[in-house]
């Protein structure tokens, strides 16, 4: 898993044209239930690959930044999004902040199939909630090795649940899943 969390693995995969599940009605009516979108929130959307999500906070009424690695990927965000879009900025999560974000800024901070790829997990978590307004939340979107709807190739990238678990302790979690991938919400007590 190791070598997934870096620009020289995924620009070739963008580069070939890959991009992944698109994001379905289903998933933005669940957030939306969950999250409660208001007007001139701010999401923080890491590893955002070509701004799936990016751009559906974006049309929840979110101010969007979408943070990636790969430049292959935001060059294809900013080519599918308007002027008016998500912000996109080039930054590995795991070297901390992005820059500029300011602590306690973001009414979300998303990592949409990205957070199972990333090293120092339980440090990027904490990372998030100090970026986090009071009543903000986490939204994370993963592959649960358990579940028997996972697709013998994504067996490789999926979490353990124990693991999830263990991660997630410390915060008050709402949970749902939509056909093989578990979707979490995550807010401090
Ligand atoms: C499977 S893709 C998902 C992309 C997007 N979130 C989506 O749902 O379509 C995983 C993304 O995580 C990004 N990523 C991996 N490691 C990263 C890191 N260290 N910092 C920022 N982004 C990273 C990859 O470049 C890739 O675009």
């Given at each position: 898993?190791?070598?997934?969390?870096?620009?020289?693995?995924?620009?070739?995969?963008?580069?070939?044209?890959?991009?992944?599940?698109?994001?379905?009605?289903?998933?933005?009516?669940?957030?939306?239930?969950?999250?409660?979108?208001?007007?001139?929130?701010?999401?923080?959307?890491?590893?955002?690959?070509?701004?799936?999500?990016?751009?559906?906070?974006?049309?929840?009424?979110?101010?969007?930044?979408?943070?990636?690695?790969?430049?292959?990927?935001?060059?294809?965000?900013?080519?599918?999004?308007?002027?008016?879009?998500?912000?996109?900025?080039?930054?590995?999560?795991?070297?901390?902040?992005?820059?500029?974000?300011?602590?306690?800024?973001?009414d979300?901070?998303?990592?949409?199939?990205?957070?199972?790829?990333?090293?120092?997990?339980?440090?990027?978590?904490?990372?998030?909630?100090?970026?986090l307004r009071?009543g903000g939340l986490?939204?994370?979107?993963?592959?649960?090795?358990?579940?028997?709807?996972?697709?013998?190739?994504?067996?490789?990238?999926?979490?353990?649940?124990?693991?999830?678990?263990?991660?997630?302790?410390?915060?008050?979690?709402?949970?749902?899943?939509?056909?093989?991938?578990?979707?979490?919400?995550?807010?401090?007590?």
């Amino acid at each position: 898993m190791s070598d997934r969390n870096t620009a020289e693995y995924w620009d070739p995969v963008y580069d070939e044209g890959r991009d992944w599940r698109q994001v379905c009605d289903a998933e933005i009516s669940m957030f939306t239930r969950y999250a409660g979108p208001q007007p001139g929130q701010k999401a923080l959307d890491v590893g955002c690959g070509t701004g799936q999500l990016a751009r559906c906070l974006h049309s929840l009424g979110y101010d969007v930044t979408g943070v990636e690695v790969s430049a292959a990927a935001l060059l294809k965000a900013r080519a599918r999004s308007s002027a008016l879009g998500p912000r996109w900025m080039q930054h590995d999560i795991q070297d901390g902040p992005p820059p500029g974000i300011a602590p306690a800024s973001m009414d979300v901070v998303s990592f949409r199939l990205s957070f199972q790829f990333l090293t120092g997990k339980k440090q990027i978590l904490d990372m998030a909630r100090g970026l986090l307004r009071p009543g903000g939340l986490v939204y994370l979107v993963l592959p649960v090795l358990e579940r028997e709807t996972l697709p013998a190739g994504r067996r490789s990238s999926a979490l353990p649940a124990a693991r999830i678990t263990d991660l997630c302790r410390g915060w008050r979690v709402d949970r749902w899943e939509l056909g093989w991938l578990d979707h979490l919400i995550l807010r401090s007590p």
